[in-house]
């Protein structure tokens, strides 16, 4: 059964610090992987998604990595602004393209002024 | 309108009624996904439709759930004698095939007091 862990649970930084959010997974075989980004209230907003055979994507300042081998994909966000607070979900696309994603807990983001 | 849509926002009713949510995609959108969203659990999938069909259902957690796609469009979940435990946000993401990015909407708040 494929689990999806994220540390830390909770993040604090002065706005202008680069930061990295962890992801892991226990089963390699995946479809894809997703972050997302959720504000309160509201719904889940896609900011990256990697393929099972890329190593990376970017969007502005975000960078998204993929090491199916060890279970591992992370966000790097750089020159962290007060709008980056939010929670930051990762989540796995199964093999067999049906799309369903697994969840990890996410990581609440607080990037202060 | 442009996102995916869902209604209602805001959900309360008594233990033992029936509840109907409601999911309107993306237009052209052939994938539609409904997941739960609860404190102790996180992120939880429920169903997938493929046009008007389901092929996988897995995630549903009782038969007091179902859920509808007609047209290949709008989708219904029904949830039948609601119990407190159901209690949770309610999400609906679609997307343009299964496996690509699932745009996700604000979600339906359902409390059974």
């Known amino acids: 059964k494929q689990e999806v862990t994220q540390i830390p649970a909770a993040l604090s930084v002065p706005e202008g610090e680069n930061l990295v959010l962890n992801c892991s997974f226990t089963d390699s075989a995946i479809y894809n992987l997703q972050w997302f980004r959720q504000d309160p209230g509201k719904g889940l907003t896609s900011l990256l998604l990697i393929q099972s055979s890329q190593r990376e994507q970017t969007s502005g300042r975000l960078n998204a990595s993929l090491d199916k081998s060890s279970g591992r994909s992370t966000l790097y966000i750089a020159a962290s602004q007060p709008g980056d607070s939010a929670t930051y979900l990762c989540a796995v696309g199964l093999s067999g393209n049906t799309g369903k994603l697994i969840f990890g807990q996410g990581t609440t983001l607080q990037v202060k002024p | 309108g442009a996102g995916v849509s869902q209604s209602p926002s805001n959900k309360v009713t008594e233990k033992g009624k029936d509840v109907e949510l409601r999911c309107d995609p993306i237009s052209g959108h052939t994938a539609l996904y409904w997941y739960r969203q609860s404190l102790g659990q996180g992120l939880e999938f429920l169903i997938y439709f493929q046009g008007n069909s389901a092929p996988d259902k897995s995630g549903l957690p009782s038969d007091r759930f179902s859920a509808e796609r007609t047209g290949g469009s709008v989708s219904t979940l029904t949830i039948q004698r609601t119990q407190q435990e159901d209690s949770a946000v309610y999400l609906c993401?679609?997307?343009?095939?299964?496996?690509?990015?699932?745009?996700f909407g604000d979600g339906t708040r359902l409390s059974i007091l």
């Open positions: 993401a679609s997307s343009l095939a299964a496996g690509g990015p699932q745009h």
